[in-house]
């Protein structure tokens, strides 16, 4: 039975406070909402991506295919608004965690490089960056050319070994992830005693189905959102509210750390 509390309930709290401290594995499975505070726009609900752009016409490799311009220019515009964004307490806490406890670690679907410029072990990228940039026909050819000039075709970035268009190193509807991330990933959930999934919609896939698998390996499920999820069923506690103001809260070593 999942207990749905607000976040300042400080009897839920201190229980989540002794769930992770006494976990000897636990993941962070993080979504856009960790980096909502930090001024990074969400994708779904109020003030999303997606209530502006079609996700078919700018995050599918058919869209990149029909007008990689326009594609570059909006992810040109992208990292233009992340790099005026730094991580927010959220971010910070979850890093310091992962320092301390080598066994913390942070499974992200952002790609907006906020955990790994919190500092601490790198988190695993289930979805790309935004400030890398791959070839679209060798495998192996990745960069991280930045800006990126999407004023005509010619100016677009094209790599140096075999002259083909260079696309964000970001993973599109209908594409596979990493295969080498998403095994890591899904070794972390299974084996974790604890998954904390922290400002995800929870509906994109296969992202969303770690927490299940954490489950499946007899591991405990809490929410961090500021909205019910699908997710909200399956965990133990769902804390409503930001991240950056309730992550602090369960991870700092003193209840009074932000
Ligand atoms: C706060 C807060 C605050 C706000 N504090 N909280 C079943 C049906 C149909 C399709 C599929 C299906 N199963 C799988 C699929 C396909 C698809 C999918 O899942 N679709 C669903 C949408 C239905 N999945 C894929 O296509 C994946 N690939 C795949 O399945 O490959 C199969 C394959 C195998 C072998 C060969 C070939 C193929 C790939 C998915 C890639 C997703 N990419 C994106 C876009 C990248 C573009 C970009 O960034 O430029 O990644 S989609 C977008 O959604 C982005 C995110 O990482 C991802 C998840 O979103 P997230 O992070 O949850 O954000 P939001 O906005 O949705 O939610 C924010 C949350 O925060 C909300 O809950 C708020 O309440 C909360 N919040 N403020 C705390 N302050
Ligand atoms: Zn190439």
């Known amino acids: 039975m999942t207990r749905v509390t607000d976040a300042l309930d400080p009897e839920t709290v201190e229980r989540v406070r002794a769930l992770v401290q006494s976990a000897a594995r636990v993941i962070a499975l993080t979504g856009a909402g960790v980096s909502a505070e930090s001024g990074v726009p969400t994708f779904r609900g109020a003030g999303g991506l997606w209530n502006s752009v079609r996700a078919e016409d700018l995050a599918t490799p058919e869209a990149f295919g029909r007008d990689p311009r326009l594609v570059w220019e909006w992810y040109g515009w992208r990292r233009a608004l992340v790099l005026q964004c730094a991580p927010n307490a959220a971010h910070r806490a979850l890093a310091d965690a992962s320092r301390r406890h080598p066994s913390c670690r942070v499974i992200t679907q952002n790609v907006d490089g906020l955990h790994a410029a919190a500092g601490g072990p790198a988190p695993l990228e289930l979805h790309g960056s935004l400030f ?10 990745r960069d991280d050319r930045d800006p990126i000039d999407a004023s005509s075709y010619e100016t677009l970035p094209h790599c140096e ?15 596979a992830l990493d295969e080498t991330v998403l095994s890591e990933a899904c070794r972390l959930a299974t084996a974790a005693q604890l998954c904390l999934v922290i400002g995800t919609s929870a509906v994109v896939y296969p992202a969303a189905g770690l ?21 909200t069923d399956i965990a133990t506690f769902s804390l409503r509210g930001p ?8 991870l700092g070593e003193t209840q009074s750390a932000t």
């Open 132 to 141: 890398r940039i791959r070839c679209t026909r060798c495998p192996d050819r």
């Open 161 to 175: 070994r075999c002259g083909s268009l260079m696309r964000p190193d970001i993973v599109w509807f209908g594409e």
């Open 243 to 250: 991240a950056a103001e309730i992550v602090p809260r369960l």
């Open 211 to 231: 927490a299940k698998l954490t489950l499946r390996g007899g591991g405990t499920v809490i929410e961090v959102n500021v909205d019910a999820t699908p997710l």
